[in-house]
């Protein structure tokens, strides 16, 4: 059975950071694309950031010199390290990934992100 486990949301004030956190668990697990999504309160979830097994980053043009995406992959962790956010940052973030033998992405609980102004 495969998890993901994220941490690291929390309250921060506009212009402040946070560093999201999402490890995948499970037995022999080959993980290849992962990443972030957010969903605000109204709105569809929408992608925020994706990071291919060889490091290969996409982000949504909103967060595009703010936020930047990494992965541990012999911790199979994906990272999230978000700066100079904004109001409109504030969301529930939920991971996902792509795990070889699995037809279907695997999602996070998801954390939330509230960021004041």
């Known amino acids: 059975q495969v998890q993901l486990v994220e941490s690291g949301g929390g309250l921060v004030q506009a212009g402040g950071s946070l560093r999201l956190s999402c490890a995948a668990s499970?037995?022999?697990?080959?993980?290849?694309?992962m990443g972030w999504y957010r969903q605000a309160p109204g709105k569809q979830r929408e992608l925020v950031a994706g990071?291919?097994?060889?490091?290969?980053?996409n982000f949504a043009d909103s967060v595009k010199g703010r936020f930047t995406i990494s992965r541990d992959n012999a911790k199979n962790t994906v990272y999230l390290q978000m700066n100079s956010l904004k109001p409109e940052d504030t969301a529930v973030y939920y991971c996902?990934?792509?795990?070889?033998?699995?037809?279907?992405?695997?999602w996070g609980q998801g954390t939330q992100v509230t960021v004041s102004s």
């Open positions: 990071i291919t097994r060889g490091g290969r980053t």
């Open positions: 996902n990934a792509k795990i070889l033998g699995y037809i279907d992405v695997h």
């Open positions: 499970g037995r022999s697990l080959n993980v290849n694309d």
